[in-house]
């Protein structure tokens, strides 16, 4: 009975098994050891805390996954399965989008989390006003702004008191007709959906076989990232979507789709910075060039990108510059010095601590994956090396993980490792390839095309799609409560001033979001203490009264305190 029960029976499978389980479990034995270092290592403290603790309990879940996956009986077969998702991924996209739109509602709490999620939500507030920036009282902008976020995520000016973003727009202009009709929460749902369907498309294109693109689409939908990211306000989703869209025009490069590829790129190039597009692109530029009429394919793709860069790109990039530099609208000096400041800030040369943050950033991709897919991934790559598109998904990412050594944070908060999610569809496609059927093949990497390896596979997806996705709704929806328990308990619904005390709260300044021209019920302001906020207060609202305090601000409103009432 237990030989008839044995699910890894064959060398492949086996050694998938192994290796995977010893990678997870290294993930497990490294994420419990760093707290016992006694300090943050140098790492940003939200980075630490997200992969020590919640990352430790996501890697157990994985483990189990693995197991669990053990457990299924060799001979069961799993192909209708994946043949199912290859044949149906309109159905699966659908599906997708639902239930990370219930996600962004229920587990996301539809809140833009981290600064990086809330300036994108901003600025798509403004445009849906058929704005440019939004206004703070200039006195004020201390208050509503942390001054160390001024200039870093909005971008101010002291003397008009104009507010905007710091990041390119575009993936505020995607996300500007969900705000508009209410539903912000619901874009990267759809984004997501979206990208199901170009990964499909994709793997169809590169190995001619609706099982191994319903493989490729399984091993997507599965991934606990997939599920993060969507949920969030991240442009991340939008750089996964548009650089898979990038690719899949390339496939076929004509000079119409090459020009149509660049139009795409400058939209992915502009979502919020251009560092991530750009370490995707450039190995399909340099392939490009080296092919004949190469020069003028590549003239055509940067006539594609043209316009949205000098508008979107430069173009904001000034706009953003000249609200810092006072709000004036001519070149200067002393503003030319102040962009060129912002660049260079951009990049350094790698430290021991930076190099010690990216090496958990890879422990990240393997923790909120399938357990098996980074270990397919590189079976894949060396199986499909002869491929050329496959060559230039694996350069997209290495170049993605190599360029990000020279830029200086941690990634801070973030669902899974940000800094890859532009170029992780890498993943699932070279995965996927590790266990299709090449004709002619005799490689070692050609065992992983035996029918328990298959089931071994099919069997991690499910178990963690069922298990390791909700352990990370979980942990997301309990980090949200925690984060938005920070704020006063206060149940009054009329006009009213929260006073948020960051000193006693994790993260507390990122609680502090407006409206961008302070409309609606609520004003968030952070707290300078008890004496100086009242002083504010009496000076600039002579009508407001206290009316509510606890440990983690102060409530200042009009009405009377009568109406004063802590949240049930």
């Known amino acids: 009975m237990i030989s008839n029960l044995s699910v890894v029976r064959s060398r492949a499978a086996s050694a998938l098994f192994l290796v995977s389980a010893a990678i997870m479990t290294g993930v497990l034995l490294w994420a419990h050891h760093l707290p016992k270092v006694g300090s943050f290592a140098g790492l940003t403290p939200i980075f630490f805390v997200l992969f020590t603790f919640f990352d430790y309990y996501a890697a157990m879940g994985l483990l189990l996954a693995l197991i669990a996956a053990a457990l299924l009986p060799a001979r069961v077969s799993l192909h209708p399965l994946t043949r199912w998702a290859g044949e149906h991924p309109l159905a699966i996209a659908l599906v997708s989008?639902?239930?990370?739109?219930?996600?962004?509602?229920?587990?996301?709490?539809?809140?833009?989390?981290?600064?990086?999620?809330y300036a994108q939500y901003f600025q798509s507030q403004v445009f849906a006003a058929g704005r440019l920036s939004g206004h703070f009282p200039p006195a004020l902008l201390d208050w509503l702004i942390p001054h160390g976020f001024q200039d870093f995520f909005l971008a101010v000016s002291p003397a008009t008191g104009q507010v905007v973003s710091a990041y390119w727009p575009s993936f505020a202009l995607l996300l500007t007709p969900f705000t508009f009709l209410g539903i912000p929460w619901a874009c990267n749902p759809v984004i997501?959906?979206?990208?199901?369907?170009?990964?499909?498309?994709?793997?169809?294109?590169?190995?001619?076989?609706?099982?191994?693109?319903?493989?490729?689409?399984?091993?997507?939908?599965?991934?606990?990232?997939?599920?993060?990211?969507?949920?969030s306000y991240y442009s991340m989703p939008a750089h996964l979507l548009l650089n898979g869209v990038y690719a899949l025009l390339l496939l076929r490069p004509t000079g119409g789709r090459a020009a149509l590829a660049g139009f795409v790129g400058s939209i992915a190039l502009t979502l919020h910075n251009p560092v991530p597009h750009i370490l995707f692109a450039l190995p399909w530029i340099v392939w490009l060039l080296r092919r004949s009429g190469g020069v003028r394919i590549v003239g055509l793709m940067l006539a594609g990108y043209l316009p949205l860069c000098l508008i979107l790109g430069f173009g904001w990039f000034w706009f953003t510059g000249q609200i810092m530099n006072g709000g004036a609208h001519t070149v200067s000096a002393a503003a030319l010095s102040l962009d060129f400041h912002r660049i260079a800030i951009s990049f350094s040369l790698p430290s021991g601590t930076l190099l010690f943050a990216r090496l958990i950033g890879i422990a990240k991709i393997c923790a909120w994956a399938v357990p098996v897919l980074p270990v397919l991934a590189g079976v894949g790559a060396w199986k499909s090396r002869h491929n050329p598109f496959c060559r230039l998904l694996l350069a997209s990412a290495l170049l993605t993980l190599l360029g990000y050594l020279f830029v200086p944070v941690d990634q801070g908060h973030g669902w899974g490792y940000r800094y890859f999610h532009s170029a992780w569809l890498a993943l699932p496609l070279l995965g996927a390839s590790a266990l299709a059927r090449v004709p002619g093949t005799r490689t070692a990497a050609s065992l992983f095309e035996d029918a328990d390896t298959h089931t071994f596979v099919v069997a991690c997806i499910l178990a963690t799609f069922i298990g390791g996705v909700a352990v990370r709704a979980a942990q997301m929806h309990e980090f949200m409560s925690d984060d938005l328990s920070q704020l006063p308990a206060y149940a009054g619904t009329e006009r009213h001033i929260e006073l948020i005390d960051a000193t006693v709260a994790?993260?507390?300044?990122?609680?502090?979001?407006?409206?961008p021209w302070l409309r609606g019920s609520t004003v968030r302001m952070l707290s300078q203490g008890a004496a100086a906020n009242a002083a504010m207060m009496r000076k600039y609202f002579p009508t407001f009264h206290r009316v509510f305090a606890d440990h983690h601000g102060w409530v200042w409103s009009s009405a009377a305190p009568s109406v004063a009432a802590a949240k049930p």
Do not use: C, K
Request: proline share 3%.
């Open 97 to 117: 989008t639902a239930t990370l739109t219930a996600g962004a509602l229920l587990v996301y709490r539809s809140h833009p989390l981290a600064m990086d999620e």
């Open 192 to 231: 997501s959906g979206l990208t199901v369907l170009v990964i499909h498309r994709l793997a169809l294109h590169l190995f001619e076989d609706i099982e191994t693109a319903g493989l490729a689409v399984l091993l997507t939908v599965a991934s606990p990232v997939f599920f993060g990211e969507g949920i």
């Open 506 to 515: 994790f993260y507390g300044a990122d609680l502090v979001q407006n409206d």
